[in-house]
């Protein structure tokens, strides 16, 4: 069992920056790949940034790539995703996720959501423009 609480979120003007975090309880976490989604009004929930077990790997959306980075600390059970250069279209509710189904995530199926047993409630982003 992995229980995920997402930190951060918050209201940033366009062309801001915020860190969002999510803790991770267990001693297994270094064994999950983490993902972070996010949902906006009105539309369906949609990856955003992966990262593989020992971090060596990332994967982005391509609305976010170059913008958001995505990292993790196991000695902390922690993963992170910095959000730069935000948008409008940023704004949603972002979702911290683990999967132990390795054998998906190596296979590059990192961003369906059915890999990931456990999810974290959420925490808003707002963007202003």
């Known amino acids: 069992q992995v229980q995920l609480v997402e930190s951060g979120g918050g209201l940033v003007q366009a062309g801001g920056s915020l860190r969002l975090s999510c803790a991770a309880s267990g001693r297994t976490f270094s064994s999950y790949a983490m993902g972070w989604f996010r949902q906006a009004p009105g539309k369906e929930r949609e990856f955003v940034a992966g990262i593989t077990l020992s971090g060596g790997n990332t994967y982005f959306a391509d609305s976010v790539q170059a913008r958001f980075t995505i990292s993790r600390d196991n000695a902390k059970n922690m993963v992170y995703l910095q959000m730069n250069s935000l948008k409008s279209e940023d704004t949603a509710v972002y979702f911290c996720?683990?999967?132990?189904?390795?054998?998906?995530?190596?296979?590059?199926?990192?961003?369906?959501?059915?890999?990931?047993?456990?999810w974290g409630q959420g925490t808003q982003v707002t963007v202003s423009s």
């Open positions: 996720a683990a999967s132990n189904d390795h054998s998906a995530y190596f296979s590059g199926r990192y961003y369906i959501q059915d890999i990931y047993a456990y």
